[in-house]
Structures are given as structure tokens and as C-alpha cells.
């Protein structure tokens, strides 16, 4: 386990305790996860610079001293992103649930950076204790968009309703409807190949939904 208070240069705050602190903080990961943090904050950094940059990220945790995923050091509970523009992403506010079609699909946006490093990402659509962050794990690596997984199932469903008006129920069932809807977004998106089986193609398709998501543009 190694400690940090930056992933790769950008500060990481805590606001359990008190909401907009921002004084430094210690946390606790393993090597492998941080390396593979730095490689998202670079993802997100390269996909969100029309926003600046990134100041400062929030979140809830990472090593936590019970069971799972916290437990191994090997998990990030994302609670808020802030860019130089003063524009932010706020889990921790369910950004997921906003009135707002833009803040929505910035949420996306983030989500769609965590899948493309981590393949298990619970987010606001998952259940209600990721109502206010997104949760991602090493877990079921390499990435990829698993039909039967409620979690990947929400996100494509959420997705579609924001970026297509598909008006699916957002509740993880993959069925046709939901079949029907993510076939639409592959053909508008231009994706060739399969986003069930090869990484590739989903870790593709999901940085063009980012693109989208932080330009607020539909498919
Ligand atoms: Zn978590």
C-alpha cells in the first residue's frame, strides 16, 4: 500500500466531515491502483480540457479498513471533480439525478473515464448507496459492457436516455428495448466490432461518449 494526497499532481480532498474543505489529505492505495488511477486522471484531463484544468478532485475513500474491494486497496469512491473553468461534476450532490440534461451527461461523461480503466463502476443509477458517488474497482478487469452486470446494464441505459431520448426504465434488465437502444447509439457513434467481448471496442465507444458527454451533444 503506498500513501497519497494527489493523483498525479491534482489534489484529492475529503468532504464527509465538512463540504468544500480543501486541506490535504492522506490516503492509502496499492501501487497497481494508483498506477491506474494516474492513467484516468490523464483520460479525464485529455477528454474535459475545454474545462481547464482539473484543480482538485473529492472523493469518499479509497483503502478502507473492511471487506472487498476498499479493503485490498484497490478502489476510488469519486465524490466531486473540479476544473480551472469553475465548471464541476458533483456525485456527491447526485449530479446523476439533476434537472439538468448538461449536468447529467457530464456525469456520464466522468462515469464513461471510470469504465474505460475499471471495468465494475457503481454509480447513481446502481442503487441508492451510490446515490452521491462513483464507485470504481479493479474488480472483472479487463473492461468491457457485460449484458448480464446491473452495473454496466444502468449506465448504457442512462446513457441512451440522455444522449438519445430513448426513454428505457433504467432498472439493469438487459432486454430488447435496451438491446434496440444501445444498437442505435453503436451506429450513431460509428463503433465497429464488439463491446461485449473485445475491450477495445468498448474502451473506444466510451471515449466518444465522454467527448459527447463533456460537449453536452446528443448522438
Ligand atoms: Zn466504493
Not at 473529492?58 to 474491494?69: L, T
Not at 474488480?139 to 444522449?163: A, H, I, W, Y
Request: with cysteine; proline share 3%.
Amino acid at each position: 500500500m503506498i500513501t497519497f494526497s494527489n493523483i498525479d499532481g491534482t489534489p484529492v480532498y475529503y468532504w464527509r466531515s465538512t463540504y468544500g474543505d480543501t486541506s490535504s489529505r492522506n490516503w492509502q492505495v496499492t501501487q497497481a491502483f494508483y498506477d491506474r488511477m494516474v492513467l484516468w486522471i490523464r483520460d479525464l484531463r485529455s477528454l474535459s480540457s475545454a474545462y481547464g484544468t482539473i484543480t482538485y478532485l473529492v472523493s469518499a475513500g479509497f483503502y478502507v479498513n473492511k471487506a472487498g474491494q476498499h479493503g485490498a486497496g484497490t478502489a476510488m469512491d469519486l465524490d466531486h471533480v473540479r476544473w480551472s473553468s469553475g465548471t464541476t461534476i458533483s456525485p456527491i450532490d447526485r449530479a446523476h439525478a439533476s434537472g439538468t440534461q448538461q449536468i447529467r451527461r457530464r456525469y456520464l461523461a466522468v462515469d464513461a473515464t471510470c469504465r474505460r480503466r475499471f471495468r465494475y463502476v457503481l454509480d447513481g443509477w446502481y442503487n441508492s448507496e451510490h446515490a452521491d458517488h462513483i464507485h470504481s474497482d479493479f474488480e472483472d478487469l479487463p473492461p468491457r459492457c457485460v449484458k448480464g452486470s446491473v452495473s454496466d446494464t444502468v449506465f448504457v441505459q442512462s446513457m441512451c436516455n440522455n444522449f438519445l431520448n430513448s426513454g428505457l426504465a433504467v432498472d439493469g434488465d438487459w432486454g430488447p428495448l435496451t438491446q434496440s437502444a444501445f444498437n442505435t447509439a453503436k451506429s450513431r457513434l460509428g463503433v465497429t466490432g464488439d463491446p461485449h467481448t473485445t475491450s477495445s471496442v468498448w474502451v473506444s465507444m466510451l471515449n466518444t461518449v465522454a467527448q459527447r458527454g463533456f460537449a453536452n451533444q446528443a448522438f
